[in-house]
């Protein structure tokens, strides 16, 4: 930048003012320190059509379930075969209507999450650009630089699925278990006792790999100040950059245990819960209280437990990694806008 354009006495200094107001703009509006206020600052209308698109795909969820336990009961009936047919292909258009809408679901709320990115990068594009000494110094380009380059993805991804990924997975478990009490109130039972174990030890598993998350995001913030401040022959600080490294190898270590171990005992207790479902559920069909077609829907249910269990676990530890980050961001952001003073018209 000249230095003719920040002289006031400059006759282009007031043709160009107009240029810049919209950029520092964005700079100087506070942040909110928590996500989810932010997300219903930059995106609250989207949400709720959002919210309506996530409610028509899991109450679709429980269909094909339905449609399979028909099918299968009209086949072991020696029914007419047209009736099969007619449920397929019912079944082909659920299939549809329901891939179709996730489809719109998906690609809305990556746009969503996208504005929210692109928001955040130009409110730190405003930081870095920004001549004031809050901006300046070795530490604050390496936190300016990491932020920009690295944390706006996530967080801005995060904001696109806040509110109704929660809705979405947590409404397919809630549908799923409501359709197996349906089907049979004894078999739904003895499956939901088999995935209570998880309610207790995914949590504990989670808690611990987020605290660990955390401590390695303020780590490596660490290490980048450093890089940046670098002196060559600078002993004490290469051990402490060493130390850093090791720490963050220890950290990263430990997460993988804990998701690892977490993801066997899930994937444990799924199999535990079918071949329970085959057990209790043989037996009915055995003693003629249930029909196959009611085995084989429940068995359908099971398996679509487990994705939508997973991703709610996987929602609920980005809750706590992008929190971090974007207050970190925020304070930053906020910092920025108490150190520029406002534009004199």
């Not at 082909?92 to 329901?98: D, K, M, N, P």
């Not at 904001?159 to 549908?175: F, N």
């Not at 961001?329 to 406002?342: R, T």
Request: with cysteine; net charge positive; charged share 20%.
């Amino acid at each position: 930048m000249d230095v003719a354009d920040t002289t006031p006495e400059n006759p282009q200094s007031d043709q160009r003012k107009p240029a810049r107001r919209p950029a520092r703009a964005i700079g100087v509006v506070k942040m909110p320190r928590n996500i989810f206020r932010y997300v219903l600052k930059t995106s609250g209308w989207h949400q709720l059509f959002l919210l309506l698109l996530t409610v028509g795909v899991f109450l679709l969820e429980v269909v094909p379930l339905e449609l399979q336990r028909r099918i299968v009961n009209d086949l072991v009936k020696h029914r007419d075969y047209w009736l099969v047919i007619v449920l397929c292909a019912v079944y082909a258009g659920v299939v549809l209507v329901q891939g179709g809408t996730k489809l719109v679901l998906n690609v809305y709320r990556s746009w969503v999450g996208e504005r929210a990115t692109r928001d955040l990068r130009r409110r730190i594009h405003v930081l870095i650009s920004s001549p004031s000494s809050a901006s300046s110094g070795a530490e604050a380009e390496g936190v300016q630089a990491s932020m920009i380059i690295a944390e706006v993805d996530p967080i801005g991804g995060f904001v696109g699925g806040s509110v109704s990924e929660p809705l979405l997975q947590g409404g397919i478990l809630a549908s799923v278990l409501a359709y197996m009490i349906h089907v049979d109130l004894w078999l739904a039972g003895t499956v939901l006792a088999l995935f209570v174990p998880q309610l207790v030890f995914v949590p504990l598993m989670q808690g611990a790999m987020n605290r660990r998350t955390r401590a390695r995001v303020q780590i490596v913030r660490q290490l980048g100040v450093s890089v940046v401040e670098a002196i060559s022959g600078d002993e004490a600080r290469d051990r402490t950059d060493n130390r850093r490294i090791d720490r963050v190898f220890e950290l990263n270590m430990g997460i993988f245990r804990f998701k690892f171990t977490m993801n066997f005992l899930m994937n444990l207790s799924t199999q535990l819960q079918i071949i329970a479902a085959l057990l209790v559920g043989g037996w009915l069909v055995y003693t003629d209280q249930l029909e196959i077609g009611g085995v084989v829907a429940v068995i359908s249910g099971i398996s679509r437990f487990t994705d939508p269990w997973g991703d709610l676990v996987n929602y609920f530890r980005a809750v706590n990694i992008t929190q971090v980050e974007f207050r970190l961001m925020s304070d930053a952001v906020n910092q920025q806008a108490q150190a520029d003073p406002p534009d004199k018209t």
